[in-house]
Each structure stands twice: as structure tokens, then as C-alpha cells.
């Protein structure tokens, strides 16, 4: 069956990715185990983190000037599940708070948000699309916590089945960054 999503490879990182490359994600997961504050854990290293910087009001770390949200505080907050298929999925279930909510925790006051992989792509969006579709920052995927091999610690979704063709068309699936482990609000 075709994917709705768009297949233009300028668009977007190798399409078997994270799989492809397995091993250095492995090998990532080690290395970022053992370090302490940013990468994608909490600073004890016991699970997945994600830091906020940028044009916020609210600070987790007054002295970096940082918000810093742990997946257990994360996973408090009300939780969207989208169903859909991506260039890289079959359909499943992506669950997670929505963007909105996250950055008001955070007291976004920018008008974009740079998101960073672990991979170290990034793609910066307008935050208009928050407003504009119920976007997830999804971090469980068929009920299973996503991980660093698996597209994880955090994956950002559209709400792909809602959306018309226009809307998916192009570069949109540059938007759906995978293995978020920062944010940067612009």
C-alpha cells in the first residue's frame, strides 16, 4: 500500500533510519547513559529528558536559563493518541502531550521552535502550526515507550489523517523529527 506521506528524499533523512544504523544508535544510548543533564536522559540517566531553551518564561534551571520536563512529568500531562503511517512506519499509535501544552509549560513566547536530534538533524517550525493542528510530542508508539533505536526518546507527529493532501505535501515530512532530545524556542 503507498504511503501518504511524501517521498522526495531532499525532503528528509535517510528513509531507513534509525534501523540503518543501529549500532551507533546503541552505541549513543551507552554513551548518553553515562552523561549527566542534556542528550536526551535525566541527569541521573534513568530516563529520557528533554530540554527547552530559547525565548521561555519559565525555568526549570534559572541559571542556564533552561527548561528542563522529565518523561514521568511528561507523561502527567494530558495525552493525544494519533493513529497514522509515516514514510518510515507502518500505522500505528503515537501517544504524548500536545506541542501547545508543553511550550506553555515552558512560557514560549517565540513565534518558531528549532528541533534537535539525536542524530543531529534539525528542522525549525512555526509554532502557528501548534495552534493550528493538535501536534504531538509523541514518546510511546503501539503503547511501547519509543527509544533511542526505535525513533525515540521523543517523535514529533501531526495529526497526518486529519490533514488534506496540501497540507502533507512538499517537505511537510521534514517536520516530523525524530529522536527529539532539545527545543529551542525562537
Known sequence: MPSPMNHDPACRRARSAPSRFRPAAALL?????????????????????????????????????TYTISLPSLASM???NITTATD?????TFSGPLLRDLLAKAGA?????KFY????????????DFSRYDVILAWRWNGKPLQLENYGPFWVMYPIPTMSSDETGGTFTSKLIWQVTRMEVR
Open 29 to 65: 544510548s551507552a554513551v548518553l547513559a553515562g552523561a549527566p543533564g542534556p542528550g536526551g536522559l535525566a541527569a541521573d540517566g534513568s530516563s529520557p529528558a528533554l530540554t527547552i531553551s530559547g525565548d521561555i518564561g519559565h525555568f526549570t534551571d534559572p541559571g542556564s536559563k
Open 88 to 92: 518510515w512506519t507502518p500505522k500505528g
Open 109 to 113: 513566547r517565540g513565534t518558531q521552535v
Open 117 to 128: 536530534g539525536a542524530d543531529d538533524y534539525s528542522i525549525t517550525v512555526p509554532i502557528a
Open 78 to 80: 494530558p495525552q493525544r
